[in-house]
């Protein structure tokens, strides 16, 4: 291995985590309401969320991975599209993971949330998922299922978020 390929790793792995905190930032400061239900759903039901970001992940990806080996550059298209949605319910979730860890690091209100807490937030999630070994096989894909899964459970109506919420107190 040449010194040439591991700087490339490198900068690979250093540009990726700060794509993935501009994404998580980004998210939580554009839609502050929906990754504030995000960051609910996962203090409050941590599981369901691992839980519903798996049952609707795997098949999505495992339709995308059949798309992709079609030959028909249509559907390689509908497969990009699919994994770019799939990417921006994340990104959701994501950001309310961020809004939750930064909230604890400031120890303040869920609903006057500011920049350098969702950054710090985003920074520790995304540092931790950097962890050899255990952050690259267990922590990172169970963070992404997870904000995945309430992406998808924030996706539904306020009315029945509200429903759920007031039915688990």
């Known amino acids: 291995m040449l010194i040439g390929d591991v700087l490339a790793v490198l900068s690979l792995v250093v540009t990726t985590g700060i794509a993935l905190l501009c994404a998580m930032v980004l998210s939580a400061l554009l839609f502050p309401e929906r990754t504030t239900r995000a960051a609910r759903q996962i203090e409050s039901h941590p599981w369901k969320c691992v839980m519903s970001g798996l049952v609707v992940m795997v098949p999505v990806l495992l339709l995308c991975l059949a798309l992709f080996q079609v030959p028909n550059p249509l559907a390689r298209t509908a497969a990009v599209i699919v994994s770019l949605v799939v990417v921006l319910v ?16 400031k120890r303040g209100h869920i609903d006057d ?12 999630v995304i540092g931790t998922s950097l962890l050899p070994l255990a952050g690259w096989f267990l922590l990172a894909p ?12 924030t996706m539904r109506r ?9 039915e688990a107190q």
Request: glycine share 14%; aromatic share 2%; net charge positive.
């Open 90 to 105: 994340a990104a959701a979730g994501s950001g309310g993971l961020a809004r939750l860890v930064g909230q604890r690091i």
């Open 113 to 124: 949330q500011s920049l350098p807490e969702v950054a710090m937030g985003s920074a520790l």
């Open 142 to 153: 169970l963070m992404l299922v997870c904000s995945f899964g309430a992406g998808v459970r």
């Open 158 to 166: 306020p009315s029945q978020v509200k429903q759920v919420l007031t």
